[in-house]
């Protein structure tokens, strides 16, 4: 049973920056493309920053040059550092392959606030 966990998330202010992290179980990912997805306060959930089983990256243009996704296959993790959050960074955080085909898990929240 496959199944996403993703922590690190917090209240922080403009500017300040987060490490969000997601381990995943029931599954090796190695071989997968993952991808870090957000969901604003009453809003569709979109796709932030995925990156292939080689390392290549691609990222929203609402966040490229302030988050950098990474992933760690010995420990079967991917982690999102995101630095200069802005307000409209809101959002609860899903890590997932880029089209959401594994069991979402529970998320983490962020919230950017002065």
């Known amino acids: 049973q496959v199944q996403l966990v993703e922590s690190g998330g917090g209240l922080v202010q403009p500017g300040e920056s987060l490490r969000l992290s997601c381990a995943a179980s029931g599954m090796i990912i190695r071989l997968t493309s993952m991808a870090w997805h957000r969901q604003p306060p009453g809003k569709q959930r979109e796709l932030v920053a995925a990156?292939?089983?080689?390392?290549?990256?691609n990222y929203a243009d609402s966040v490229k040059g302030r988050f950098t996704i990474s992933r760690d296959n010995a420990k079967n993790m991917v982690f999102l550092e995101m630095n200069s959050l802005k307000p409209e960074d809101t959002a609860v955080y899903y890590c997932?392959?880029?089209?959401?085909?594994?069991?979402w898990g529970q998320g983490t929240r962020v919230t950017v606030s002065s």
């Open positions: 990156i292939t089983s080689g390392g290549s990256t």
């Open positions: 997932n392959t880029p089209t959401g085909a594994l069991p």
